[in-house]
C-alpha cells in the first residue's frame, strides 16, 4: 500500500459514518502520485466525476486536456485532485439536482485532508482552478479576479499559481485570452524552473 493509498483509507474511514443512509460517493485524486510537476486542485466533483469515480472527467476533462495543450504538459505529469471529494448538491428550479459550490461545513471537513493529500503527493507546485481551492489554500480573502496568473505562498509550503475555473471561459467569453495568456505564463516559468521559494 502506498503512502496516497493509506491517506485515502483513513479519509475513507473518517467520512463514511458522518452520513449514515446518504449516497457521497467519494471521488478522489488521480495521476501521478509522487513529485508530479503540478498538482491540479480543482473545487468538487460534478455528476459525471461522481458516475466514473474520477476527477476531470466529462466536460471537466475536456477543460483539463485544453489546459494540458496550452501548458504542453501530459496528463501522466501531473496529479489531479478536488478540494472537497464529494458532490456537492442542490435542487434546481425544476426539481432537477444540480452541482452547487462547497458550503463552509464541508470546506473544514475537507481542506485538512487536502492539505494532508499535497504533503503525501510533493508536487513542485500547485494549480488552483477558481475561488474555492484558491481560497482554501491561501487568503480566505483572495480572488481569481485579482490574483489570476499570479504565483502565491500557499499554506501546504509550495507555490501556487491561480488560474480561472477553465468552465468560466464558456461563460464569460472575455475570459478566453485573459486564461491562455495566464496558462502560457505557467508554462513559460515551469520550463524555465522559474518557480518561486514557498
Keep these: 500500500m502506498t503512502r496516497l493509498d493509506a491517506l485515502y483509507a483513513d479519509m475513507l474511514a473518517f467520512f463514511r459514518p458522518l452520513w449514515p443512509g446518504e449516497d457521497k460517493p467519494m471521488v478522489l485524486g488521480e495521476g501521478k502520485a509522487d513529485g508530479p510537476v503540478l498538482m491540479m486542485i480543482g473545487e468538487a466533483p460534478g455528476e459525471t466525476e461522481v458516475v466514473k469515480r474520477r476527477p476531470f472527467v466529462g466536460k471537466a476533462g475536456k477543460n483539463l486536456d485544453e489546459f494540458l495543450a ?4 501530459e496528463r501522466s505529469e501531473i496529479f489531479v485532485t478536488n478540494t472537497v471529494k464529494i458532490r456537492p448538491t442542490a435542487l434546481g428550479p425544476t426539481g ?28 513542485r507546485a500547485l494549480v488552483t482552478l477558481g475561488n474555492v481551492p484558491l481560497r482554501a489554500l491561501t487568503d480566505d480573502k483572495n480572488t481569481v479576479g485579482s490574483v489570476h496568473g499570479q504565483w502565491l505562498e500557499s499554506r501546504a509550503g509550495v507555490p501556487l499559481f491561480s488560474l480561472y475555473h477553465p468552465a468560466s471561459i464558456i461563460y464569460r467569453r472575455a475570459l478566453a485570452p485573459v486564461y491562455e495568456s495566464d496558462v502560457m505564463r505557467l508554462s513559460a516559468d515551469l520550463s524555465a524552473g522559474a518557480l518561486p521559494v514557498s
Excluded at 496550452?70 to 504538459?73: D, N, S, V, Y
Design 96 to 123: 432537477r439536482i444540480k452541482n452547487r459550490a462547497p458550503d463552509k461545513e464541508e470546506l473544514a471537513l475537507f481542506v485538512p485532508w487536502l492539505l494532508r493529500e499535497i504533503e503525501v503527493v510533493r508536487p
Design 70 to 73: 496550452l501548458a504542453g504538459l
